[in-house]
């Protein structure tokens, strides 16, 4: 014992020897990205109980340290806490940076309410991961109309493009993952090709104001955001199976997060879906059964200072387009609307049969970014795109094998982005942009192009500011150039050339004469300004007001251009208009938003004057030998819109809530003093929902969805002889169906299952009456009734 | 650094590719419909009448053109075939062929103003129902009158009357539609 107690005594004495505890650690603690001071840090000497807090400068002094290596435990509200190992030998002077950043922070927070928003003065809506998994079996511009202001254009139920506030096709933006959406975009019966389930949210950006994305987005940006990364060692993943009863389909997503502490993450998404025939109330649609299969991989490191993302996703998408619907002339289209019902009625199947689309889209992306200290944050990114689409239409012999549209569309986009925040009360963000893309279209389906080969490069540059002008009042404001060119290779039928009047207007185009066609090479360039200027005025805690004003300029897409032919599923001639300038949109917005523990408000209003707006419409008949065709022609005109769009929700108490998403839009052909075709009806969603935690945390919603006639439409409809009957009758494709009122509910639970898993367990039925009615906005109106009424169950595991 | 050096050399392709364009190839359009011919050969002996509707731009702006050869005469059967054409290739290019293969997705529909005549079908596909390639048409007393040749495809052959040759029923894709105005003497 004695000896013990000898050795302890000399061990105490050697220690007391060697460790000399006068040193002194002066130390200043900055923010890492601007450099400013940050007070009421608390820095702890690790397994000790010294400590010091800094002062208003950021310093702070801890004495009596003794040498060796210490570990020091900085850490602040907001900021990650980090840990520094240091030598002492003599006093120690040093600076310690803390990652102290907002949008770091607001990123983690983005599943809760907070939104980072990408244009302070202009209205953005988040989608959560909770609301995207309700449509885990549907499609994008399903989901989207949870946003009051936003609705679809359909062709059928499997194809439903989103429109904000009236705008469509190539008047939004689609950002996947940071990488811009090329998926032929420009065709109202191509839908976007995504798989909602790969995303942990999507927002949506109302008006062209988001110019680091592009100058043409008149309607507005789609973001779709995947799981951003925490940094901790993880392995977590849910699957969501799901089954409905119209259309008898299936549909299975899983999704697997592999995270690191060091910063290295994974995210592996897979998703299929079937769905066989469709049912309206009272009969079978034919062949509007689809397939989906999606696969993605997101990978990459990513630290506050710097991060690399490799991103990597693949879907393929089958769809049938409904048989009644493929029709040849006028007189067809006349029977068909005479016809209650539609012609083609069959039994229940699964097959997909002509006419088809077959579409399959690759995105691979690489990014990187680094933070550099007191300037801010330089992002470099690289994607590469493919779009093949195939249409199959109702063809003879052999040839039904052989896709009658074969489109193949190659898009390299480089883009350079710097963001300028190390400045408090001023944020800059610059970029520059670098695309390439060439169409293909395979001459060996038989058929005419409807859209020619073409090559196409676009140049873009913009700058946005950001300025804290006090508590109350946020400004910013954006300039983008785009530059636009088009090297296109189309043959003209010569009749059809010289009826257009190009012969005269552009004969030096025709590179060969083949007699009844003429090759051309028509060569097209875009200039296209666009500049934003807003503000955001914070009245309250609780209430504040956006303003702003946009001007975007949009040039023409390959289709409004260059469309030439026949389109079965909509009996019609579409042709394309080689004059075409660019659109120019002049939108000032105001919205007023209302935030409480309680309830939620946003008035989003906005007028939109629209010079040389773009669009199709009727424009007499023509012969061929299958019968007359409707002509339908882009032209241009100038339009104004105006609409609001309100959303309310509101907690009444712990159990009870209620939520109203109304919106209505007035658009105007101003040079013709008519309505402008296409543009949704008001429309209102009231909902009611009870929630109680203590069921399983039960919860069940009852939503009614009351959409109004459009009764501001253009007439075109037109006489038309009908050698069949020998009579001429008044073909109306103009008016639009009348009001429906549909109800849903919507019902969920939760259950634990095991100690680390949960089950959420959904019954959602759609159109609960069964309602027969058909939609405005869906293409295929003049054929067949809308879907009829649909349980649907959905059980989803997250382990 | 090799990030920088993928960018670059991606750069370099993409506007290296962007040099090198060939000309498309033109379609060959296949199955496209320019003509339909009518022949009608009086039975015991007489004047063969042709119709005919040719659009030789297909789905161009210039409209098909109609042409009758002669009149019919009253009360008398006419051997009916019909003949689609593509008139675009050389030679012609005989679609009826293709027609034939598939009756069961094809037929003719003859329907008349003014009841001049009437049509039998007098072929039949592999169900045994007809296709309408070859017909009989008898006139009946003089006048004129529109005849309308229509080829459906797809058609709902078994629905009320389309055997018969009545299209009111017949539903499916019109590939071909042609007016005749007739006279019989």
Not at chain 1, 211 to 216: H, K, M
Not at chain 1, 518 to 530: D, G, I, K, V, W
Not at chain 1, 656 to 665: D, E
Not at chain 2, 123 to 130: A, E, S
């Amino acid at each position: 014992m004695k000896k013990i107690l000898v050795v302890f005594f000399c061990m105490n004495v050697f220690w007391a020897f060697s460790q000399k505890c006068t040193y002194n650690i002066q130390g200043t603690i900055l923010d890492f990205h601007d450099g400013t001071a940050i007070d009421n840090a608390t820095i702890l000497i690790k397994n000790t109980n010294k400590f010091a807090i800094s002062d208003s400068k950021g310093n702070f002094t801890i004495s009596n340290v003794c040498n060796g290596k210490i570990t020091l435990v900085i850490s602040h509200i907001g900021c990650k806490t980090s840990e520094k190992t240091i030598k002492i030998d003599g006093n120690y002077t040093g600076k310690f940076l803390l990652e102290h950043h907002s949008e770091e922070l607001e990123e983690v927070t983005l599943k809760g309410k907070i939104v980072v928003k990408k244009v302070a003065s202009l209205s953005e809506t988040v989608l959560s991961k909770k609301m995207l998994e309700n449509y885990s079996a549907a499609s994008l511009g399903d989901a989207l109309k949870e946003i009051a202001g936003v609705s679809s254009i359909n062709t059928g139920n499997a194809i439903v493009k989103p429109m904000i506030n009236g705008m469509h096709s190539s008047r939004i933006i689609v950002m996947n993952n940071g990488v811009r959406l090329q998926d032929q975009e420009w065709g109202i019966e191509h839908a976007p090709n995504i798989d909602l389930n790969s995303s942990e949210s999507v927002s949506v950006i109302k008006g062209a104001g988001a110019l680091a994305f592009g100058s043409d987005a008149i309607g507005g940006v789609v973001i779709l955001n995947p799981k951003n990364p925490i940094r901790k060692d993880s392995l977590f993943g849910s699957t969501i199976a799901g089954f409905q009863t119209n259309g008898n389909a299936y549909n299975m997503a899983t999704s697997l997060h592999k995270t690191y502490k060091n910063g290295y993450f994974i995210d592996a998404n897979a998703t299929h879906k079937r769905f066989g025939d469709f049912r309206a109330p009272h009969y079978f649609l034919t062949n509007t059964g689809s397939k989906s299969t999606a696969f993605s991989l997101n990978g990459g490191y990513k630290t506050f200072e710097t991060g690399w993302n490799i991103f990597v996703s693949s879907i393929a998408n089958e769809i049938g387009i409904l048989g009644a619907s493929h029709i040849g002339g006028i007189q067809d289209l006349v029977n068909a609307l005479n016809r209650q019902e539609p012609l083609i009625q069959n039994e229940f199947s699964y097959t997909i049969d002509n006419p088809k689309q077959d579409v399959t889209h690759f995105i691979a992306k690489a990014s990187y970014f680094k933070r550099f200290r007191n300037i801010g944050k330089l992002t470099l990114q690289y994607d590469f795109q493919e779009n093949q689409r195939f249409e199959y239409d109702r063809r003879i012999g052999d040839n039904r094998f052989i896709p009658a549209v074969d489109l193949n569309l190659q898009t390299h986009t480089a883009t350079a982005d710097f963001l300028f925040d190390a400045k408090n009360s001023w944020t800059f963000q610059s970029g520059a942009l670098f695309r390439f893309q060439e169409n293909v279209a395979n001459p060996a389906t038989g058929v005419r192009r409807l859209i020619p080969d073409y090559q196409k490069t676009d140049v873009g540059v913009y700058t946005t500011i950001k300025h804290e002008f006090s508590e109350n009042w946020l400004f910013d404001a954006g300039l983008r150039y785009d530059f636009n060119f088009y090297g296109v290779k189309k043959f003209y039928q010569t009749s059809r050339w010289n009826a257009l009047g190009y012969d005269v207007l552009f004969p030096e185009l025709v590179i060969q004469d083949l007699g009844t066609q003429l090759l051309t090479n028509p060569e097209l360039s875009f200039h296209n300004f666009a500049f934003s200027l807003g503000a955001k005025r914070t009245l309250s805690d609780e209430n504040s007001l956006l303003f702003n004003y946009t001007m975007a300029t949009r040039p023409p897409n390959i289709a409004e251009l260059f469309s030439d032919g026949l389109h079965h599923s909509a009996a019609r001639i579409e042709l394309g208009l080689l004059t075409l300038n660019s659109e120019k949109s002049n939108r000032f917005s105001m919205s007023f938003l209302k935030e409480n523990s309680s309830s939620k408000w946003q008035i989003d209003t906005y007028v939109n004057a629209i010079q040389d707006y773009i669009f199709i419409a009727p424009n007499g008949t023509e012969q061929t030998i299958r019968g007359a065709f409707p002509k339908w022609e882009y032209r241009q005109t100038d339009a104004l819109l105006f609409g609001f769009d309100i959303n309310i929700q509101k907690e009444f108490s712990e159990n009870w809530g209620y939520s109203l998403n109304t919106s209505y839009i007035y658009a105007q052909d101003t040079e013709n003093k008519m309505p402008i075709i296409d543009m949704p009806p008001f429309q209102m969603r009231n909902s009611i929902s009870y929630n109680n935690n203590d069921w399983h945390g039960f919860s069940s919603t009852l939503i009614s969805e009351f959409v109004g006639r459009q009764n501001r439409f253009p007439d075109f409809n037109f006489n038309q002889f009908i050698a069949e009957t020998n009579t001429t009758v008044l073909v109306d494709i103009s008016t639009p169906p009348n009001a429906y009122h549909l109800f849903h509910i919507n019902n969920t639970m939760n259950f634990d299952w095991g100690k680390h898993s949960k089950i959420q367990v959904s019954l959602n039925i759609n159109n609960l009456l069964n309602t027969s009615y058909r939609n405005y906005l869906n293409r295929l109106r003049f054929f067949a009734d809308d879907l009829g009424r649909n349980f649907q169950l959905q059980i989803k595991i997250n382990y | 650094m090799k990030k920088y050096i993928f960018l670059f050399s991606s750069l370099v392709i993409m506007s290296l590719t962007s040099c090198s364009s060939e000309d498309p190839e033109i379609v060959n359009e296949e199955e496209l419909i320019t003509t339909l011919r009518v022949t009608l050969t009086p039975q015991g002996g007489g004047n063969v009448v042709t119709l005919q509707l040719q659009d030789l731009d297909g789905d161009g702006p210039n409209a098909p053109i109609t042409t009758v050869s002669g009149p019919l005469q009253a009360n008398k059967t006419y051997t009916g075939v019909t003949q689609v054409l593509n008139e675009t290739e050389s030679p012609a290019e005989n679609i009826t062929l293709e027609v034939e293969e598939e009756g069961d997705e094809h037929q003719f529909f003859y329907t008349f103003s003014n009841s001049i005549a009437t049509v039998t079908y007098s072929d039949q596909d592999k169900n045994g129902r007809p296709v309408g390639i070859n017909f009989n048409l008898t006139t009946t007393s003089a006048g004129i009158g529109n005849l309308t040749v229509v080829l459906r495809h797809e058609p709902n052959k078994t629905a009320a009357g389309v055997m018969a040759g009545n299209i009111t029923n017949a539903g499916g894709e019109t590939d071909v539609e042609a007016t005749f105005n007739l006279t019989v003497n």
